[in-house]
């Protein structure tokens, strides 16, 4: 086989293995991935933490609903953290590209964390649904202490 389509059948058959991970053309676009996947993922787990601290009744639907889509938005915004998106309209600090390790640590932490929510959700507990989304916001406030501008 000649070699460039070797290397190209290579590459796309990588890319189709890949289907989680996001390309993206220009930097910009990975910043408004990840930016646009935080917010989708705040906003459904901001439903389940305010039946978890009883500002709004319980519902175990919508616990259950809004838990599973922010356990699966939680897999999405890291593939926006590339090389060269630490610049423009963005808070991400350096210390995400030169700690990679911890960074990479910090955000499987939160998932780990969104996981255990959706465990407790679906089994309609309210107590244990409160310690799980306690859990889901220490992930979230450690990872912007350590990695978000104000
Ligand atoms: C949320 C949300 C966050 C976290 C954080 C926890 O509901 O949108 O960013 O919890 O406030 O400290």
């Known amino acids: 086989m000649n070699r460039s389509i070797l ?3 290579t590459v796309a058959g990588l890319a189709a293995a890949l289907p989680a991970a996001a390309q ?4 910009e676009d990975a910043v408004k991935y990840r930016k ?6 705040a906003s459904h787990f901001g439903r389940v933490a305010a039946m978890a601290n009883g500002r709004v009744a319980f519902d175990a639907k919508v616990a259950a609903d809004n838990a599973e889509i922010a356990t699966m938005m939680s ?3 890291f593939a926006g953290f590339i090389e060269g998106t630490d610049k423009g309209d963005t808070k991400a600090k350096p210390e ?4 990679q390790d911890k960074f990479k640590a910090a955000a499987s932490k ?3 964390a969104m996981e255990k929510l959706n465990v407790a959700a679906k089994a309609g507990n309210v107590d244990t649904l409160k ?13 912007h202490d350590s990695y978000r501008k104000e």
């Open 7 to 9: 290397v190209l059948a």
């Open 24 to 27: 993206f053309a220009k930097p």
């Open 36 to 41: 646009a996947a935080f917010t989708v993922m």
């Open 75 to 77: 897999k999405l915004p």
């Open 96 to 99: 995400i590209w030169t700690e």
């Open 110 to 112: 939160m998932q780990d």
């Open 131 to 143: 310690t799980a989304a306690g859990a889901v916001g220490q992930a979230c406030k450690g990872c």
